[in-house]
């Protein structure tokens, strides 16, 4: 398929400015040194490096705990997300443990991207940890859009967290290949020419949930990022590429959650990854009719949250909403 670039006078703009490029570079905030052994507090995690990474936990009051969950939040967000998620599973026997990645919420480096290997070795030292306190527990790891690609990434790569399960809310896989020219071009050009400037959503008229409430406490939330750095956004470009790369060596009994007014990670990359993962097994799929990018903070959230709570119970029944039936022939019969 051919793209028009969509307008003449930013097509010579961004000439011009690779023209001026004085070789700029994207900022990896990497992390340091090892200088303690990881280790898992009450309302925080303490990395290799000596990173506190702010946790937040919903712990079933009766025991014993049926299975753990390890939550990843999504760009720019926090891991406040899954307070309510976390709330509705602990009533169901199922402990959650949620943190700030770094860049994000309260972690260091607010704002800057760490790199994919930052993000892996803290996911699989933080699961290490919820294992100790939950021994002989079924643990998964759920991830929301960013989230998701890294538990992707995390899982393919040798050395994977230890894991029972893994969960995908509206995984962010929209990798450069699937990408229009100019949208590349755009995010090359501003990565290496001005990676320090920050660029809002204002304007997109992108609808990430139809809870509005929820949306306007995000809005107020300063924890929650408004003005995100280009290289950051470059460094999530990386991630969703590694993920689309690392999706097919899954080896783990994988749940995918995805919602039809997703207007945050389009339908194409998603159908990619689930052509990637057909053969995968123990591989099921939920398409939600009504659902929206932020499926687990939708209005009609506790759908999803009663179905992750059904398949850790039981990967063979169907799930409650029927939304896994509505995927049986494949997503793109679902249009």
């Not at 607010?110 to 294992?131: C, M, N, Q, S």
């Not at 527990?137 to 790569?157: D, H, N, R």
């Not at 097994?281 to 992750?308: C, M, S, V």
Request: aromatic share 8%; charged share 20%.
């Amino acid at each position: 398929m051919h793209h028009r670039f969509p307008n003449p006078l930013l097509r010579s703009l961004i000439i011009l400015a690779l023209l001026l490029c004085v070789g700029c570079t994207p900022l990896v905030n990497r992390p340091g040194e090892q200088v303690t052994t990881p280790h898992l507090e009450f309302a925080h995690f303490v990395t290799a490096d000596g990173a506190v990474l702010p946790v937040r936990s919903w712990i079933p009051k009766q025991e014993p705990v049926k299975a753990v969950i390890v939550a990843l939040h999504g760009f720019n967000d926090y891991s406040k997300f899954f307070t309510r998620p976390g709330q509705y599973l602990s009533q169901r026997g199922i402990a959650c443990y949620a943190y700030d990645q770094r860049g994000f919420g309260n972690a260091p480096g607010r704002g800057l991207w760490p790199g994919v290997k930052a993000y892996r070795d803290d996911l699989r030292a933080f699961t290490a940890e919820v294992r100790l306190h939950h021994p002989g527990v079924p643990l998964y790891v759920l991830g929301e859009s960013m989230g998701a690609a890294v538990a992707i990434v995390s899982m393919g790569f040798e050395d994977p967290p230890e894991a029972d399960g893994l969960i995908l809310s509206s995984p962010a896989v929209w990798s450069r290949s699937t990408m229009p020219w100019h949208q590349r071009l755009l995010l090359e050009t501003g990565a290496h020419v001005a990676p320090w400037l920050r660029l809002t959503g204002e304007g997109l008229r992108i609808m990430a949930s139809d809870n509005i409430d929820m949306l306007r406490e995000l809005a107020r939330d300063p924890l929650v990022i408004k003005a995100t750095r280009v290289d950051a956004i470059y460094g999530l470009a990386n991630l969703m590429d590694e993920a689309q790369v690392q999706v097919k060596k899954l080896k783990i009994a994988t749940l995918v959650l995805y919602g039809e007014h997703d207007e945050v990670v389009p339908r194409e990359p998603i159908e990619l990854m689930l052509e990637k993962m057909q053969g995968l097994p123990q591989t099921r799929t939920a398409f939600y009719e009504n659902g929206y990018h932020l499926l687990l903070r939708d209005l009609q959230a506790q759908k999803p949250w009663n179905d992750i709570a059904a398949w850790i119970e039981n990967r063979n029944a169907p799930l409650p909403s029927g939304a896994d039936r509505r995927m049986s022939l494949g997503l793109a019969e679902v249009r």
